[in-house]
């Protein structure tokens, strides 16, 4: 197989891919606040100007999150030899926190064996540096494809995408016509092709209580008992007939495939100090408590209902809780996406997989929204597939790593579809 100059290209290419993964990883683009958006555009767009590349650098202006501070960079860069369809691969280059736990630098992008180690190297600038090396032995082995490869980096997937994806989309740079296929290389391993995700809905509820001296609670009325009661219904009530909810959507790990609710955070009385303060606390009756739930749905759950149910169990807690009062804030919401397993990108897809690996590939649905939710309902493109190496389970994690034999395989497959797709 490795006599097709198309895969010998990309096999060659193996210490480029190596270093180009590095320098990704080692600018720090953490999401909050977004540090070194358009640096990591500079850096890309450096690489593709120099190989003839047409590149856009778009900042989202207005988004969420966007400020002088901290704009919201993103970057498009395009290979065009004349008429025909366009493959476009998306990665999006911001990547969570550290977090504590490391055993390395988590921005060292230090290799060990078949490993790269720190933060983004599986979530996912793995995946990006193995679609540019995909690209890049492509348009050197087959100069004469018909049609465009486009290769995008984007802000924001981490917080939803509006400051990336979404805001590209609403622009038109993912409508059909302009761009025919797009696969994001999400780490969902080199041998699963990811068809789309649950859905999800973020929502804000906060009990509300009258504050008073925290000698004399009798005298006020505490928002985060009141608080208490809601999450004893939540575990009570809700989990229980969560859980009895089931998806045919093929969506792993297998927990996955019930409806699930994540309380993410608690907010209540006392804020918290500032770094550096060392006052003691104040005694006093919180009169405000907040929870953000992250609820994914199913696509077989209707989200007013969804909603629905929530509110339901608050307004029971009101009706039968002395002083029970409550406020509830939509965040965001995204519907479930799921691509046709006949679509083109799917099928080209599993057939360089099963070319690459020799075996077939295992079609799945992801637990986690990511930017194919915008690339679907926003820029109307049905197309479109998650495909790139890396494991799942290590995204956020401490120790992030993605094998550079996985990147390989990958990249070969790309290579693979791309010559499918615009021979």
Request: charged share 25%.
């Amino acid at each position: 197989m490795e006599d097709d100059p198309l895969l010998a290209g990309v096999l060659s290419r193996r210490a480029d891919l190596i270093g180009l993964a590095q320098d990704l990883i080692r600018i720090p683009t953490v999401n909050p606040p977004g540090q070194n958006y358009r640096r990591i555009c500079d850096y890309l767009a450096a690489r593709f100007l120099a190989q003839g590349w047409e590149v856009d650098h778009i900042r989202a202006i207005g988004a969420p999150g966007d400020s002088d501070a901290f704009p919201r960079w993103n970057l498009i860069a395009r290979f065009q030899t004349g008429p025909g369809p366009c493959v476009h691969f998306n990665s999006h280059h911001d990547v969570v926190e550290p977090g504590h736990g490391w055993t390395r630098d988590p921005f060292a992008a230090t290799v060990e064996g078949d490993r790269i180690y720190g933060r983004g190297a599986c979530d996912m600038k793995g995946g990006l540096a193995a679609s540019i090396i995909a690209a890049e032995a492509f348009i050197a082995a087959r100069p004469g494809f018909r049609g465009a490869v486009e290769i995008s980096a984007t802000a924001d997937e981490e917080s939803g995408g509006y400051g990336g994806v979404a805001h590209l989309a609403r622009q038109g740079w993912f409508t059909p016509g302009r761009v025919d296929h797009v696969i994001i290389p999400e780490p969902l391993h080199k041998d699963r092709i990811c068809l789309g995700h649950r859905g999800v809905w973020w929502a804000e509820v906060e009990t509300k209580g009258r504050i008073a001296h925290g000698s004399m609670p009798f005298l006020g009325d505490s928002a985060i008992r009141h608080m208490g009661a809601v999450l004893q219904e939540i575990e009570e009530r809700l989990y229980p007939i969560l859980a009895t909810r089931q998806t045919e959507m093929p969506v792993v790990p297998e927990g996955a495939r019930t409806s699930t609710l994540n309380i993410n955070s608690v907010h209540g009385g006392q804020v918290e100090p500032m770094p550096g303060d060392t006052s003691l606390p104040a005694p006093c009756v919180a009169d405000s408590c907040r929870i953000v739930l992250d609820r994914r749905f199913l696509i077989e759950e209707a989200l007013p209902e969804v909603k629905a149910e929530v509110r339901r169990l608050l307004d029971r807690l009101a009706e039968t809780r002395p002083g029970f009062r409550y406020e509830i804030r939509d965040l965001f919401e995204v519907q479930p996406s799921m691509t046709d397993r006949d679509a083109p990108v799917v099928s080209s897809t599993a057939r360089a997989i099963e070319r690459v690996l020799s075996r077939h590939p295992e079609f799945v649905a992801s637990p986690g929204t990511y930017d194919q939710k915008h690339i679907d309902r926003i820029g109307k493109l049905g197309n479109c597939i998650a495909y790139g190496p890396g494991l799942l389970h290590l995204a956020h994690q401490p120790d992030e790593w993605v094998g550079i034999g996985d990147m390989l395989d990958s990249a070969r497959v790309m290579a693979l579809v791309l010559d499918d797709l615009l021979r």
